[in-house]
């Protein structure tokens, strides 16, 4: 028996092939760092579709994985020293990822820790923020008649939106080559669409921005990861 066969996960989402890396997910725009990252890297890997209710995220099974009940989560069985690894939080798993393919986070210390930079950007400051004016834009919180919390996560997202415009300013790519923190801000740039709140945060008044969304969507492996696990 496997490390994976073993795992407690394994009885509601049973590996297929548990001598690779195993990915329990669903395509949100955390989601789909993962997958998206596992594509560019040409890794090896099985993906489980993990419903976004309790029954799945908060089941005993699930959170034996991840216990903050939250997708993506990993097993990866040949971890360091050929040990198995279990990781949650899309930005660690971006890292860890990058680091056993040596692809997408550079190796030049000062050029990673602007990289790893970035990626907190998002983890910390677009993440929150464009899923917060969803839930107020879009969602549950739309409902409500005081229109102060919409209000400012509308201001909030489109200062983001602003300082990564200035970061793309005469580059293709947040760090001038695709790194690892595209994979993470990108996603969630294309969830404005999905929250029909493009034209609320006049989306068009970032063409940086604009053009740096086209970029990342006609990468083939971004065509592929973000359908990864497919929702149907």
Same mark, same amino acid.
């Given at each position: 028996m496997s490390f994976v066969t073993n795992h407690p996960i394994n009885a509601r989402w049973p590996a297929q092939n548990p001598d690779i890396? &195993?990915?329990? !997910?669903?395509?949100?725009?955390? %989601? /789909?760092? +993962? !997958?998206?990252?596992?594509?560019?890297? $040409? #890794? +090896?890997?099985?993906?489980?579709? /993990?419903?976004? !209710?309790?029954d799945e995220v908060k089941s005993v099974e699930f959170t034996s994985l991840n216990p903050n009940g939250k997708i993506p989560a990993i097993i990866d069985p040949d971890g360091p020293g050929g040990a198995? /690894? *279990?990781?949650? *939080? !899309? $930005? +660690?798993? #971006?890292?860890? =990822? +990058?680091?056993?393919? %040596?692809? =997408?986070?550079? /190796?030049?210390?000062?050029?990673?820790?602007q990289?790893?930079?970035?990626?907190?950007? &998002?983890m910390g400051g677009i993440g929150p923020m464009f899923g917060q004016l969803g839930f107020f834009y879009k969602f549950a919180g739309a409902e409500i008649e005081d229109k102060r919390p919409v209000e400012r996560y509308l201001g909030e997202t489109r200062r983001l939106l602003g300082v990564l415009d200035g970061a793309l300013e005469g580059k293709d790519w947040v760090m001038g080559e695709f790194s690892i923190a595209d994979i993470a801000i990108a996603p969630w740039v294309r969830a404005l669409d999905f929250y029909e709140a493009t034209d609320a945060v006049g989306f068009d008044d970032f063409e940086n921005v604009d053009e740096y969304l086209d970029r990342f969507l006609e990468r083939p492996a971004v065509k592929r990861g973000l359908n990864i696990p497919p929702r149907d």
């Open positions: 890396l &195993q990915l329990y !997910s669903f395509p949100t725009p955390n %989601g /789909v760092k +993962a !997958s998206i990252m596992l594509e560019e890297t $040409g #890794l +090896a890997y099985e993906a489980h579709k /993990v419903m976004l !209710s309790d198995p /690894v *279990e990781l949650f *939080e !899309s $930005g +660690a798993i #971006l890292i860890y =990822l +990058a680091e056993k393919t %040596g692809k =997408l986070l550079s /190796v030049d210390p000062l050029t990673r820790y990289t790893i930079q970035w990626l907190m950007f &998002q």
